[in-house]
């Protein structure tokens, strides 16, 4: 009974003064909301970086020539990044005992043109194992065969950018291009894609056969990539330790550092899971310090609340009121404070993610772990920051409460 009429008295004097009750709540709605958008933010973030590493294929091994670092958050080739050879990407495929398929690549930025119509975009020469590789799908046409690169066709396969860019809305197939000074027949258009994990168009892209590439468009004798698919995603660690031993023999490092970077799905899946966490954990961190901040409010307006109310402590105190009956009283009004800031602020955390993700089409997803968290986190505060004001009200003097002005 104590605790119901405790929680009646509480509510009494909270509704009586509703603005300041408002504003004591509102840092505890801005922190739980905070907490819920940010989490869904970046949720929504690492599940669209997941899905498109996932859609390249989990089975993927990359070879990269040279070493691979990250500078400014971006992946870069240093050192000599001429080591890998056509020569390689057959070794791979013929020794290797847990890749399925092998796929060589060297790309390079260049200006293509059609009648009046110009663009620059990237042109990759590779062979038709890249379609079964890569998962890439065709709209209209077909792909290079393995005929046309050894016998140095001038054949190209165009993304939808290009498509848009050089043709408009008129039928590329068939048609001559020009990459450089070298003019290329249209055979097929890709269908699209979007963009890749660091926001490159993966529609502007022109793809070429590999021996047409390095002898007729880029005259070189080295590839960027070798991009190898394991015939299983368990595989994938054995594939990659596998083609990493394959071509230090290959390369004759013996006791020197690899000339290439191998890289796993599962590895940069992992790397971005980590990434990605880290990121979320950091925005969840800076928003519960909005829900701290919201604490000292309740503290604040909990001690102004004691200060003001001094005379009605001292005359419940006189006609029997015990301390506990204070502490949860001052507790109750704390808590209810915290909870009450809490539901708004869950609510509304809710309408702006779900409203955000509709109108900006930002990758938001509503964490239901966060938002819990969120909710309890802003009673706990609640209880916390009403404790210190509730004993000193019970810890009054009921004499000196009664002299108070």
């Known amino acids: ?7 009646r008295i ?33 949720d929504g973030a690492q599940k669209q970086v997941l899905s498109k590493i996932q859609a390249m294929g989990t089975d993927l091994v990359i070879v ?32 290797s005992q847990h890749i399925k398929a092998v796929a060589p690549a060297q790309a390079k930025k260049m200006l293509v043109k059609y009648e009046a119509l110009s663009t620059t975009t990237y042109i990759t020469g ?16 077909r792909f290079f065969n393995n005929d046309e690169d050894r016998t140095l066709q001038r054949v190209a396969v165009i993304g939808k950018t290009v498509a848009k860019n050089l043709f408009e809305n008129r039928n590329p197939l068939g048609e001559s291009i020009r ?8 055979i097929g258009v890709l269908q699209e894609k979007g963009t890749d994990l660091v926001g490159n168009d993966q529609d502007d892209v022109i793809y070429i056969p590999v021996n047409t590439a390095l002898r007729r468009l880029f005259n070189l004798t080295y590839i960027n990539n070798i991009y190898a698919q394991a015939k299983g995603s368990v595989y994938v660690d054995k594939a990659a330790s596998e083609v990493r031993d394959i071509l230090r023999e290959k390369h004759r ?25 880290t990121f979320t954990n950091l925005l969840s961190a800076v928003a519960g310090i909005s829900l701290l901040v919201g604490g000292v409010g309740i503290l604040a307006i909990m001690l102004i609340s004691i200060k003001e109310r001094t005379r009605e402590i001292g005359l419940r105190r006189a006609v029997g009121a015990m301390k506990r ?13 915290s909870v009450s800031g809490g539901l708004v602020g869950t609510m509304l955390g809710i309408v702006l993610s779900l409203g955000a993700s509709h109108i900006t089409k930002w990758p938001m997803s509503l964490s ?6 969120a909710f309890l986190f802003s009673a706990i505060i609640g209880v916390i920051f009403g404790v210190y004001p509730a004993a000193k009200a019970a810890g009054l003097d009921p004499i000196e409460a009664l002299k108070a002005e």
């Open 64 to 95: 990269t020539a040279g070493q691979v670092k990250i500078i400014a958050g971006r992946q870069r080739q240093t050192g000599n990044v001429s080591t890998l050879t056509l020569r390689d990407a057959a070794s791979i495929s013929e020794e």
């Open 253 to 277: 490092l013996r006791s020197k550092p690899d000339d290439f970077t191998v890289q796993s799905q599962t590895e940069i899946l992992k790397t971005e899971k980590e990434t990605s966490q």
């Open 126 to 141: 590779t062979t038709d194992t890249v379609v079964q590789i890569r998962n890439i799908a065709l709209q209209n046409g």
């Open 179 to 186: 990459i450089g000074k070298v003019a290329f027949e249209v």
């Open 325 to 337: 009956d204070l502490l949860l009283q001052f507790i109750v009004e704390s808590l209810t404070l």
């Open 10 to 42: 509480a509510l009494k004097t909270l509704f009586s003064h509703k603005l300041r009750t408002a504003l004591a709540t509102l840092g505890i709605v801005v922190g739980v909301c905070s907490v819920i958008v940010m989490a869904a933010i970046g």
């Open 1 to 7: 009974m104590k605790l119901i009429k405790g929680t």
């Open 368 to 373: 239901v772990p966060a938002i819990i968290v």
